[in-house]
């Protein structure tokens, strides 16, 4: 027999991504301004911390320039938004007090948004510095970094603040 609680979790993740998909991709994507707006905010970011490292940097829409070479270029699959918004559907499906819930997934997407920003601008400088690295540390390095931080996150959620604590026993 089914358990009860996983199958209300499956249901609750397939209405999240139901909703996040026509939210997204229907209404999102065709307005065609979230992700060039999502894309040039983290290369920004990313390109204050290459000059916070001390690198001359320069920017240009989503193209991060070390030392006038150019490095990065933020796309929408390295915008974040996809992690931010998986880390908030498994805080809301595993649920908790309300206010708890809003709080902890706005500090969340805070802590992986400047996350990202650090991982851009560590692979802007590991691509004019060590440019051998760049494809191990940007397939591997810092999406064990980022989904680690996301992990950490959901844990102390499900010890600390979920409802559901002991749903898998």
Do not use: Q
């Not at 999502?38 to 193209?63: H, K, P, Q």
């Not at 500090?107 to 191990?136: C, K, P, Q, W």
């Not at 540390?137 to 950490?152: A, D, L």
């Amino acid at each position: 027999m089914i358990d009860k609680k996983l199958l209300l979790i499956f249901i609750k993740a397939i209405v999240l991504y139901t909703i996040w998909y026509v939210v997204y991709h229907l209404w999102l994507v065709p307005g065609g301004k979230f992700d060039p707006w999502m894309n040039e905010s983290v290369a920004y970011g990313g390109w204050l911390l290459v000059r916070a490292f001390g690198y001359d940097g320069c920017i240009d829409g989503t193209d991060i320039c070390v030392n006038i070479v150019s490095t990065v270029k933020v796309s929408t699959g390295c915008n974040g938004f996809e992690i931010y918004c998986i880390f908030a559907g498994f805080i809301i499906i595993f649920g908790g007090r309300f206010w708890d819930t809003v709080i902890y997934i706005f500090l969340g997407v805070v802590v992986l948004y400047f996350s990202n920003i650090l991982r851009v601008g560590l692979l802007a400088i590991d691509h004019y510095e060590r440019l051998d690295m760049f494809t191990f540390n940007h397939k591997f390095t810092y999406v064990v970094m980022i989904y680690s931080i996301v992990f950490v996150l959901w844990y102390v959620w499900v010890v600390k603040f979920s409802n559901k604590k002991n749903v898998i026993n």
